[in-house]
Nanobody, 121 residues
Framework: QVQLVESGGGLVQAGGSLRLSCAVS????????MGWYRQAPGKQRELVAI???????NYADSVKGRFTISRDNAKNTVYLQMNSLDPEDTAVYYC???????????????WGQGTQVTVSS
């Protein structure tokens, strides 16, 4: 019914930049929030950045000032611009949408498959 497809991950040197994209397709009713999470080996998944439909954003302290989340509502796509990357940013990055499927009333979390970001020192 709904698919979240991420792109833009890869290998980059410390100090470099990457831009992640996540497009939501399918029976999209209404999206309340979209965000990015990450999970490094041996660690729990953590919130990186979230963008609420009212325009409010929230960032993990570790990425403030370096990462920027944005959204193209017409394309149901969320972006994560990552600058000044550090090896500590190495993780699998997951896109999340808190949304409802068209024709339903209930909001739920939907996840992408994840994209690997590796920052070399």
């Amino acid at each position: 019914q709904v698919q979240l497809v991420e792109s833009g991950g890869g290998l980059v040197q410390a100090g470099g930049s990457l831009r992640l994209s996540c497009a939501v397709s399918g029976s999209v009713g209404s999206i309340n929030a979209m965000g990015w999470y990450r999970q490094a080996p041996g660690k729990q998944r953590e919130l990186v950045a979230i963008l609420i439909s009212d325009g409010n954003t929230n960032y993990a302290d570790s990425v403030k000032g370096r990462f920027t989340i944005s959204r193209d509502n017409a394309k149901n796509t969320v972006y994560l611009q990552m600058n000044s990357l550090d090896p500590e940013d190495t993780a699998v990055y997951y896109c999340n949408a808190y949304m409802r499927v068209r024709g339903t009333l209930r909001y739920s979390d939907y996840w992408g498959q994840g994209t690997q970001v590796t920052v070399s020192s």
